[in-house]
């Protein structure tokens, strides 16, 4: 229903939108996912893999199934859904593929060694991908995002929000727009000749080179 209401909005303001609904944790349901949108728009030029789960706990408390929720989830997803469509991208000689990672995945968070794993693989995946596909007009690039003012983060409490606040230089949540321009930089062709980075988007919070 929410992604059905999303998509009239989007198409009362005059976007041309198909939604294809797939558990993107499984190969068959997502092969069949990417299958009904090509089906409907023909060819996927653009793919963001932004999928994403939290299953928090200290590895020493971490069933099996939390751990693989979220490699699930997080990481063969990025298989799943882009496996499907690469074939294609090689063909046509075009194509743009953008990891949604997190500053987590770079230095680590208590009680995430699930999620912080998940998010370091998915760049891993971004620079083999991006070395594979280069000769094909193919980029791939990983947008690491910061604390941003999700719906997930606004709902942790007020006072642990700026407990985190205080900790990035900039002093504030990032806002989700600030996120899409990167993502919106990467897919253009202009951005042609920028492949297998790793874009940190944090307000400073994390300065990793």
């Not at 059905?4 to 993107?24: E, F, P, T």
């Not at 030029?45 to 979220?70: P, Y």
């Not at 208590?110 to 891993?124: D, F």
């Not at 997930?152 to 929000?161: F, I, S």
Request: hydrophobic content about 40%; proline content about 3%.
């Amino acid at each position: 229903a929410k992604a059905k209401a999303w998509a009239a909005q989007l198409k009362s303001a005059g976007v041309d939108v198909c939604v294809a609904a797939g558990d993107v944790s499984d190969p068959t349901s997502a092969e069949a996912m990417v299958k009904s949108i090509e089906s409907q728009i023909g060819p996927i030029d653009i793919l963001i893999n932004n999928a994403g789960i939290t299953r928090d706990t200290t590895f020493h408390k971490m069933s099996a199934l939390q751990w693989q929720e979220v490699i699930n989830t997080n990481l063969n997803s990025c298989y799943n859904v882009t496996r499907p469509l690469i074939d294609s991208m090689r063909n046509r000689k075009w194509g743009r593929i953008v990891q949604i990672s997190s500053i987590n995945g770079q230095k680590g968070q208590y009680g995430q060694a699930n999620y912080a794993a998940s998010k370091a693989g998915m760049h891993g995946f971004t620079i083999s991908l991006a070395q594979e596909n280069a000769k094909f007009g193919i980029t791939v690039n990983t947008v690491s995002p910061g604390y941003v003012a999700t719906e997930m983060v606004m709902a942790v409490p007020e006072d642990v929000r700026n407990k985190i606040a205080a900790q990035i230089p900039v002093g504030r949540l990032g806002e989700p727009e600030e996120i899409a321009y990167a993502v919106e930089f990467f897919v253009k062709d202009e951005a042609r000749w920028i492949t297998g980075a790793n874009l940190s988007i944090n307000g400073g919070q994390y300065m990793g080179w």
